[in-house]
Structures are given as C-alpha cells and as structure tokens.
C-alpha cells in the first residue's frame, strides 16, 4: 500500500467517514496549516486535495518580502519597479487561484484572505506600473500621495477585520495579521503625512511618503513576510511532507485546544 493510501485511509478511519455522506460542520478561521475542520479533513481525504494555504502563504510573503526590504531601501534600493513582476504573477494571481482552492475545501476564511491580498497585489502592479495605467500621473503629486493613502487605510480596516477572526485560531497565524496591520497603518500615515523631497524646474514640488513611518511599514511588513513564511512551512510540514512539526502555539480558547482538552480527558489523542 502507498504512503498517500495509507494517510488516505487513516484519515478516513479517524473520522468514520462514509462514503457516501459528507457531514458539513461550519469552518473555524483556524491555522491554515493544519486545517482542524472536519469538513475541511473529511473533503482533503476522500477527494486527495492539497493544502492550498502554504502556496498562497508563500506567495504573500515573497512579495511582502521584496517590498519591504524596497521600504528598507535594502541595498540602496528605492525604486519599487521590480515588485511589479512579482505582484502580478506570485503574490497576485498564484495568491488568488489558492484562495479560490480554499473555496474547494470550505475554508471561509482562506478563500476570503489570501484572494484578497491577491487582488491587493495586483492592484499594487497596477498602481505602480509606469506609463501603463497611468494612474500617478493622473493626479498631482501631493494628490497622489494622499488617494494612496485611502487606498492603503482600506487594507488596514480590512486586515484588522482578519486579525480579529484570527483570535480563535493560533498565535503564529494571528502574528501575519498583527505585524501585517500595523504595516498598513504606518504606511497608510506615511502617505497621508509625506515631504517634499524635490522641486522641478518649473517649481513644482514632487511628494515623497514619510521616510520615518515607510521605514517603519518596511520592518512590521518584513515581520509579516516572515510570519506567512513560517506558517506556510507549518502548513508543509503538517502535510507528512517532513519528520517534524513547527508548533503553531494555538490560543486555549481556540477549537483545537478545546478539542485536545477534551480528547485527554476521555483518554484519546488528538489527530494533529
């Protein structure tokens, strides 16, 4: 018997699953990784499905990654071009099509976060594409600078609608959305309080975000990209892909916890 078989048919017995009825319990905004919905286990068992969180993970944190470090001015790097390739097809589209996967498997809260920062990335390449759209240029620059700032304020309202929904979860899934709101915070500020920091020929002047709060956006999105990191190899390693697990450090109200009380008490072992 194959490994695959064999982890198919465990899950199987563990859940008493019939073959014929799939019992629809609600989902959790649980640890992506390790999925402790049992609609979630019982539809990843009997139809073979991937875990689509790491891949959707790991394309948020490369992109968030480069980002950042451009926020850092990484190198002497202060020119965000180069994020444009990555926002479009890693952290964009791959983001996306692994959010609508999690659709697939009844993960109400994957679906609805990692399509949105997908769409969130691609809406970033769009902004920042030169003289395709042309969306900066349509406007002055210290309008400019300000309409971003709306636009990043946005993400903040919506990613600390996440974070709250991450508190029945786990604290390394709630630390992505911690450290990730609190770059849009800074960055949204950065914009909404920037400086001049040139005057054209024609006496112009051009508008640059707040160098202090941007430098500050670039080290809590740094800590985001490392947090989705982490969690997309806890996603992996939980998948019977490696000989260990990353502990995840679940919260003790969460569902996981409070099953794994109750599983001691009667003497039984929770599966992972």
Known sequence: MSPSLTATTTAESAYNIDDDVLERVPTQAGQPGNLHSHYQRVLMSKRNIANPSPLGLCGFALTTFLLSAINLETLGVTKPNIIIAGAFAYGGLVQLLAGMWEM??????????????GGFWISI??????GGFQIESSYDSLEFQHAFSLFLFGWFIFTTILLV????????????????????????LGRMYPHVSSTTAAGVEIWSPHAGLTYAGGVFG??????AWYNALAGIAASNHTF??????HFPWSEHSRKAKANRGMGTVSPA
């Open 125 to 130: 390449a769009i902004i920042l594409t030169p």
């Open 244 to 249: 260990f697990l990353l502990p995840v450090g």
């Open 104 to 117: 697939s498997i009844g993960n109400t809260f994957g679906a609805t976060s990692l399509s949105s920062f």
């Open 165 to 188: 929904c991450t508190l029945s979860s786990s604290l390394a899934h709630f630390s992505i959305f911690l450290t990730l709101d609190i770059a849009f915070l800074t960055l949204a």
């Open 222 to 227: 740094m800590l985001a990209a490392f947090a």
